[in-house]
């Protein structure tokens, strides 16, 4: 099959993670609007029979690679893999998650196949029989749309989490399976030494619906408990400025912003967060932004589609409670 | 330990992003430049790697001359010599074009590590470090939050973010590590005055794509996989909306639940 439209998955810890489930609806609609087929490639251990689960998103094939040494990814296993398959195939299109795993193999794979990547793009368009891709320039302070030269191909985007609708297009659908023997390096330079997961499988913050960030105004890490409350009750995660991070209250990986995490939820309250333009960079594409501030001045506000004005000490505890009995 | 680091000059963080009048490049007028925030914490991870290995620190850039600044500033923070790829040709490359130049540079020093910011803040690619690394068939490393290397000098151990943990890595070398992680991980040292003072003696030599036996056809403008055809700015956000100031906490409360609850429809 030459031509078409394929979807590189993640496979992790015995399933396939949500942004998969997305990165195929998007390619299920860029195949239906340059009129052709949509397949899979899935990389990782113990597979199995599940791969036939894309079907239900409009995959129709999908090629298994499943072998133990692909169970955690490196650039280095995976890209010849890769690269060995989709020159079998030789796609028009190929898209990935821009997770953090498929943000990194899409640099290398497309450096490899000496194509050009769109990195992270929020939204495609399909002109004259080829694709176009969005993407957020200076961490969403503008986008570009971009175009590949006739000779890059595949043209290779990285999808960001959280913007592509996931649509089953038949419930009762199942991708046929091609099972493929990986050709993994037979000499690895890197080597994972160990994965350490954290308790209670966090929700990372890129792929999360709803964030409840806390920054300065917090006054100390002791306070932020209040705020995993609420999180805890609203299914988020709890994110932080700059400010809280550099001050040791909350893990480097909580930070938002320009040189943190780019986020886009359909849901950000932000609590204590002046709005500084690095921070607003980084969360200013959520779909809703609530901003609980005591200073009406403070610039999150014009950012803001809810403001509370209020001293977030005595607003906090009364919110949570109120959310406790909307619940029942 | 031979080491060398490449840093990209970025717009200020501060910068109001503005579109020029072609559509499709920012306005450079005004502009501060700084040296890109994880480039920063690249370079103090190389000095923390020399001081453990009495190594050496070469820092490596492509663009006009303003970016003399910021190898500057490099060598002031403690490195050892610079190099500065300043070529016209290069303008308008895509990520190739720059790669290229940068992976020439870099082979001639034949460095045991090169480290370099997981993207620069500006067209937030990230894929500079893994184009560079391609091109000189080495292995890389992504987001590297902690780097450390055995006292023989042999192997690297980095520890990168993975979704909801961390994954702990391990490699001979040479290879390519990109950085990660946040100011509060690096904290990258500030240039002392006698810092300064002695970086103004330090070695930075200026290249042209000839010196590196390069043809400027294949890199540019005319050398691209992928062009920018056009920017443009983020929807306007509706002005918002203070949730009436009159209600007392608890009102305010109720009130943004109600929000939650039909408009938002989180609830
Ligand atoms: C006028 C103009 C037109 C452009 N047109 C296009 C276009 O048509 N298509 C396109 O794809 N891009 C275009 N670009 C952007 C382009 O050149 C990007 O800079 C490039 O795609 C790489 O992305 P990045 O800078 O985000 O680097 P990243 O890949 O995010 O950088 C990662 C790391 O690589 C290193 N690095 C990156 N750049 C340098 C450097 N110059 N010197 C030393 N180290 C470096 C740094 O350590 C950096 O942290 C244009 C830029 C300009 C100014
Ligand atoms: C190169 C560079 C990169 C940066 N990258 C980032 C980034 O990625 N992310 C980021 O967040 N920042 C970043 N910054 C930092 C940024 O400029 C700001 O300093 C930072 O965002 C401020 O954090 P803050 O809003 O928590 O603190 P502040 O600006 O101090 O704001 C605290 C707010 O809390 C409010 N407050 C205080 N007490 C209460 C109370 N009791 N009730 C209600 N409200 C209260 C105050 O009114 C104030 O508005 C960067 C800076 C630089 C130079």
């Given at each position: 099959m030459a031509g078409g439209v394929c979807v590189l998955t993640e496979f992790q810890d015995g399933d396939f993670r949500k942004v998969s489930y997305e990165v195929a609806s998007e390619g299920k609609r860029v195949a239906d609007a340059l009129g052709c087929d949509l397949c899979a490639v899935v990389l990782g251990s113990g597979i199995g029979d599940k791969a036939g689960v894309l079907g239900k998103y409009g995959v129709s094939r999908a090629i298994v690679a499943d072998d133990e040494r692909l169970a955690n990814y490196t650039a280095e296993a995976y890209v010849p893999v890769l690269s060995e398959i989709l020159k079998e195939l030789e796609p028009d299109v190929v898209l990935l998650p821009a997770s953090l795993n498929g943000k990194d193999l899409g640099a290398r794979l497309a450096a490899h196949l000496q194509t050009g990547l769109a990195m992270d793009c929020t939204e495609f368009k399909v002109e004259d029989g080829t694709i176009k891709a969005k993407r957020p320039l200076f961490a969403g302070k503008c986008f570009g749309w971009y175009e590949w030269d006739s000779s890059a191909r595949p043209q290779i985007a990285s999808c960001r989490p959280n913007v592509f609708e996931r649509t089953v297009?038949?419930?009762?659908?199942?991708?046929?399976?091609?099972?493929?023997?990986?050709?993994?390096?037979?000499?690895?330079?890197?080597?994972?030494?160990?994965?350490?997961?954290?308790?209670?499988?966090?929700?990372?913050?890129?792929?999360?619906?709803?964030?409840?960030?806390?920054?300065?105004?917090?006054?100390?890490?002791?306070?932020?408990?209040?705020?995993?409350?609420?999180?805890?009750?609203?299914?988020?995660?709890?994110?932080?400025?700059?400010?809280?991070?550099?001050?040791?209250?909350?893990?480097?990986?909580?930070?938002?912003?320009?040189?943190?995490?780019?986020?886009?939820?359909?849901?950000?309250?932000?609590?204590?967060?002046?709005?500084?333009?690095?921070?607003?960079?980084?969360?200013?594409?959520?779909?809703?932004?609530?901003?609980?501030?005591?200073?009406?001045?403070a610039p999150i506000f014009s950012k803001a589609d809810y403001g509370i004005v209020e001293d977030l000490f005595k607003f906090i505890p009364i919110f949570t409670e109120e959310v406790k009995k909307a619940k029942g | 330990m031979n080491i060398a680091v490449l840093?990209?000059?970025?717009?200020?963080?501060?910068?109001?992003?503005?579109?020029?009048?072609?559509?499709?490049?920012?306005?450079?007028?005004?502009?501060?430049?700084?040296?890109?925030?994880?480039?920063?914490?690249?370079?103090?991870?190389?000095?923390?790697?020399?001081?453990?290995?009495?190594?050496?620190?070469?820092?490596?850039?492509?663009?006009?001359?303003?970016?003399?600044e910021s190898i500057r500033t490099a060598l002031a923070m403690g490195a050892d010599e610079g190099v500065l790829v300043d070529d016209p040709a290069l303008e308008g490359s895509d990520v190739f074009g720059v790669a290229k130049a940068l992976a020439a540079v870099v082979k001639e020093l034949n460095p045991d590590v090169i480290l370099c910011g997981h993207r620069a803040v500006d067209y937030d690619e990230g894929q500079r470090g893994a184009a560079v690394a391609e091109m000189l068939g080495l292995p890389h490393i992504p987001f590297a939050v902690a780097i450390d290397v055995d006292d023989g000098a042999t192997k690297v151990k980095v520890d990168r973010p993975v979704e909801g943990g961390k994954m702990s890595l391990e490699a001979s070398l040479p290879v390519l590590i990109t950085l990660g992680g946040a100011h509060a991980i690096w904290n990258p040292r500030y240039a002392s005055l006698p810092g300064i003072m002695k970086a103004k003696k330090k070695p930075l030599a200026t290249k042209t794509l000839s010196d590196l036996g390069i043809d400027s056809s294949e890199v540019g403008p005319d050398a691209r996989k992928i062009r920018i055809i056009s920017m443009e700015m983020p929807?306007?956000?509706?002005?918002?909306?203070?949730?009436?100031?009159?209600?007392?906490?608890?009102?305010?409360?109720?009130?943004?639940?109600?929000?939650?609850?039909?408009?938002v429809k989180i609830l």
């Open positions: 297009v038949d419930e009762g659908a199942s991708a046929e399976i091609s099972a493929v023997t990986p050709a993994v390096p037979s000499e690895l330079k890197v080597q994972v030494v160990s994965v350490e997961k954290e308790e209670g499988g966090k929700i990372d913050l890129t792929e999360a619906e709803v964030i409840v960030s806390g920054g300065r105004g917090m006054k100390g890490p002791e306070n932020f408990k209040m705020l995993e409350e609420l999180a805890q009750l609203l299914g988020a995660a709890v994110g932080a400025s700059r400010a809280a991070v550099d001050a040791g209250w909350r893990p480097h990986s909580d930070q938002v912003g320009q040189t943190g995490k780019v986020v886009t939820p359909n849901l950000y309250i932000a609590v204590g967060i002046s709005g500084a333009i690095q921070h607003l960079a980084g969360m200013g594409s959520s779909k809703y932004i609530v901003a609980v501030n005591k200073d009406p001045d | 840093i990209k000059q970025v717009p200020d963080t501060e910068t109001v992003i503005k579109i020029a009048d072609d559509g499709k490049s920012i306005k450079t007028d005004d502009i501060k430049w700084i040296m890109n925030p994880y480039d920063e914490y690249a370079v103090e991870a190389a000095l923390r790697l020399k001081e453990k290995t009495r190594g050496k620190v070469t820092i490596i850039s492509t663009g006009p001359q303003r970016v003399v929807p306007e956000r509706e002005p918002g909306k203070i949730i009436n100031g009159d209600l007392d906490t608890e009102g305010k409360a109720k009130e943004l639940v109600r929000v939650l609850k039909e408009e």
